[in-house]
């Protein structure tokens, strides 16, 4: 009996061992389970976070960042768009551009100073930007009316590519970043599914979006030449650039004056390349000018109005005064093209001719002698 004594104490004290043993892994599993469920919580609220942190998200690779993430300043005053809208304009910043998140926030902050501080508008300008990161910055959003161009804001959003795209090619990521915003906004119904893109160019005089932006945009599905359906929804859809604008010469000579009512119209092409902006269109306007005073011997451009591709109409001789023109005796309206204008430049013609009738400068039964077709 003696001799299992012993034995029974070193069992027991083994058995005490075991337990205490056991209940050091059973404690070491639970503090593990722990940290595990611990780091799966924070996992999945990471992710949540992540996915929820922008609600415009595409869940393509498509990132935006939202005013607060660019520190973005209140606006002052809002008008809400009218959804979803059927055109998108394209601008580009003229600014420098951005490669990394931190230099794109600058240059937002600073874009939205310049508008709000230097041109007096209530907001950064547009409703979204692209940065050169690829990734897209919220202005004005989907819901809010833009200052991106004046008597358009109210029925276009505006997409602006930030850089300066007048012989420099934006990144293949910015283009990416654009069109899955479009995308985006079609899904959301902020876009209607058969919206129509414009370069700010073709609306404004101004280089914007860069030559080399628009020679890309007008490969672009939805790139859309005629911009007489945008323009007819602004309350000032023609635009004239009167002599002084285009730094037009006086006159050689007295010119005849134009009888009114005119009863005839003729349309004529300018022989010449055509032009995009109101810089190059200036440029062919006033050659023109040079050239029919200096070798074709007229008093003056040999046009009442002369048609650009950058959409703008450029007072040649206006409707006080008759061109040279033998036995005919009517309003004459250049083109500027080679032989055939741009459906765009006809409509924005008769858009002008329909003024002339308002005016009363031009019979309401005028006839209109067009060789161009």
Partial sequence: MKSEQPR??????QATTTTHTNGRHMRGLIWLCGILMVLVATAIVYFVWMMTRNVDTFGKGLRILDRSEWLGEPPTSVENLILPVSHVIIHHTATEGCEIEEECVYRMRMIQTFHMKSL?????????????????????????QGQHIKGFGSVSLSIAFMGTFISVMPKKKQLWAARRLMEEGVRLHKLDTDYHIYAHRQLSAT???????????????RWTEDVNPLRSLNQEPLRLVERPAWL?????????????????VRFECTSTDTCETQASCTFRIRYLQTFHIESLRHKDINYNFVVGGDGNVY?????NFSCDVPDFEGLIVGFVCQSQPTTSQRNIARELLARSVKLGTLKRDYQLLDDLN
């Fill in 120 to 144: 007096g508008f209530t907001d950064i300008a547009y409703n979204f930007l692209v940065g050169g990161d690829g990734q897209v910055y919220v202005g004005r959003g989907w819901q809010a």
């Fill in 207 to 221: 280089e914007s979006p860069g030559e080399k932006l628009f020679g890309l945009m007008k490969h672009w599905p």
């Fill in 8 to 13: 029974s104490e070193h069992i027991e004290e």
């Fill in 315 to 319: 007072v040649g001789r206006g409707w």
């Fill in 248 to 264: 037009a010469q006086p006159s050689v000579e007295m010119l005849p004056p134009l009888k009114w009512p005119v009863q005839k």
